[in-house]
């Protein structure tokens, strides 16, 4: 009779094996390295492998930030195909703060997050079906370590509660106003807050007054930059500005090879200008960037939007971008690619559509003004020989971080 041949237990480190003790406490079935639960309805939210926490259709990804943000070393979180949708109202589906800095978020395969879950939702709110302010949330005290890769993030429909704002954030220092809560339906960023951004399609998001894509809210906290790379905006709505992307007072961002496509601003009164007595915006772009703020542009195409970018703090850079016929209709005013009352500066750009340029720092001689058909195509990247260094492209640009 020959001898049963046993398989060798997987070996942990001392920090596993502490960390998966104290996660058993926590949860209804334990973690295993191997496999998942005998009984899914009982399973754990997450799975913890070698290279991560891996979460599947009907686990909890906020469950796994938290394992990740209590774990000494593994800081990945692998979200596997699907869509993943908030089981309960809330400020956020998806929220990072000082504690889950450091943290990478990652999709596996065609991952959507959205806002929006009719099942709890209310059929007579004008937000339904969206339960949540902000698909995903990075707090104050977020670094450029904490990534988040490759999802589709949709849904946002103007919904918004104040309740529970400690649970997504508990930093008291930074004063938390209107725009907290409102803006950035897809992704809203808070405070010393500089997260990285890739590969992320942010689609049919609408908010109001501000937003609907990315709102950055440094308030004054803008040392860093929270970097958007690889990023699509497409069909994203506001009632006043910023439909794809805003950087409120005090914010910076830095964007590179993205798309801006079909987002549409000033769908509805301002409700803020109302309520103060200030002049309303009427006539705003796809990007907003108020004052004291500054963008780093590059490599960027916007076209075929209600305007391109209105830019009110006189600090950014535009470099290789291109503006093609941003003119798409709806409400009052002409048309235009850039409105830089404040200046900046703006190289190697091609621009076809009306400048608004008082101060006249976009040089003729340093850009292409009355630019010709980039030849789009379908993903709309430029085939034209002449754009072959400038606009987004489907791939990462080889060189760029």
Known sequence: MSARRIRPKPTRSKWEQVFLLREGARIVCAISLLAGCAAPMHCVAFRLETDGFHVYPGESIQDALQAAARHPVNKVVKVHAGVYRPDSKGQAFIWFNRRHDGIRLEAVGDVTLSA???????????????????????????????????????????????????????????PKNLFFFTDGGAIKIFGRSYPTILEVEIVGNYTSPCGAGISVQHEGHNEGWVLIQDCVFRDNRTQVTGAALDLLAGSSARLVNSLFVGNVSNTGIDIVAKRSGEAPFTNSG???????????????????????????????????????????????????????????????????????DPLKVVAANDNVLDAP????????????????????RRRPLSGLP
């Open 116 to 174: 929006a879950n009719s099942g709890i939702a209310d059929k007579n709110s004008p937000g339904f079906p969206a339960v949540v302010n902000h698909v995903v949330y990075f707090g104050h005290g977020i670094s450029s370590n904490t990534v988040i890769k490759g999802f589709r993030i949709t849904g946002a429909n103007g919904f918004s509660t104040q309740r529970l704002t400690k649970q997504i954030e508990p930093d008291t220092t930074v």
């Open 286 to 356: 796809a990007m907003t960037i108020f004052q004291q703020s500054r963008a780093w542009v590059e490599n960027c195409t916007f076209t075929g939007n209600r305007n391109g970018v209105d830019d009110m703090g006189g600090k950014s850079v535009y470099t290789n971008c291109i503006f093609f016929r941003n003119v798409l209709e709806g409400g009052p005013g002409k048309r235009y690619e850039l409105d830089l009352q404040k200046g900046g500066s703006v190289s190697r750009c091609f621009i076809n559509g009306v400048l608004i």
């Open 373 to 392: 058909d980039p030849e789009f195509n379908r993903e709309l990247v430029s085939e034209s020989v002449e754009y072959r260094k400038a606009g987004y």
